[in-house]
């Protein structure tokens, strides 16, 4: 006579919003990093602030720094966003709200996409931050070449 062994579930349950509440962790670490590239790009728009005059790209200056203002602001409701998630996933893990899993886990895929879009935004106004520091530099080591 055969036994029939009934299927058996994947990972535990647990494990899999256990892993959820990780990856937020590593959001708000990713972020929180990114706040430390925030305020040196400030600096280092700053600190060459006459090369910008000097260019005429003042205006490019200002706009990635308003960029960069922008983001810090949408990066700090993003962490109170995900903080408010890790918390509904703790109580998850608790199996307190077992009934809104799949809310969870869909607003879970939102955050992901929000904080990606968000790294991505970031990645793009620090390129055309070195960009445009780089071409200042440039700039005026060639002034300081024909000044001599």
Same mark, same amino acid.
């Given at each position: 006579m055969k036994h029939i062994i009934?299927? +058996?579930?994947? /990972?535990?349950?647990? %494990?899999?919003i256990e892993h959820l509440h990780n990856k937020t962790? @590593?959001?708000i670490s990713e972020i929180e990093f990114i706040k430390v590239e925030q305020d040196f790009l400030k600096e280092l728009l700053a600190e060459h602030i006459m090369g910008l005059c000097d #260019? $005429?790209?003042?205006?490019?200056? !200002? /706009?990635?720094l308003n960029g960069i203002n922008h983001e810090a602001i949408l990066g @700090? #409701?993003?962490?109170?966003?995900? %903080?408010?998630?890790?918390i509904n996933l703790a109580l998850l893990?608790?199996?307190?709200?077992?009934?809104?899993?799949n809310l969870f886990r869909d607003n879970h895929e939102f955050l992901k996409n929000e904080? +990606? $879009?968000? &790294? @991505? $935004?970031? !990645?793009? *106004?620090k390129k055309q931050?070195? @960009?445009? *520091? /780089?071409? &200042?530099? !440039?700039?005026e080591k060639q002034q300081k070449l024909l000044a001599k």
């Amino acid at each position: 006579m055969k036994h029939i062994i009934p299927k +058996q579930k994947p /990972l535990s349950f647990n %494990n899999s919003i256990e892993h959820l509440h990780n990856k937020t962790h @590593e959001w708000i670490s990713e972020i929180e990093f990114i706040k430390v590239e925030q305020d040196f790009l400030k600096e280092l728009l700053a600190e060459h602030i006459m090369g910008l005059c000097d #260019t $005429n790209n003042f205006s490019k200056g !200002k /706009l990635y720094l308003n960029g960069i203002n922008h983001e810090a602001i949408l990066g @700090e #409701t993003l962490i109170e966003s995900i %903080n408010d998630h890790k918390i509904n996933l703790a109580l998850l893990i608790e199996n307190i709200y077992i009934k809104r899993e799949n809310l969870f886990r869909d607003n879970h895929e939102f955050l992901k996409n929000e904080v +990606q $879009n968000y &790294i @991505e $935004n970031f !990645k793009y *106004i620090k390129k055309q931050v070195f @960009e445009l *520091i /780089l071409f &200042i530099m !440039k700039k005026e080591k060639q002034q300081k070449l024909l000044a001599k």
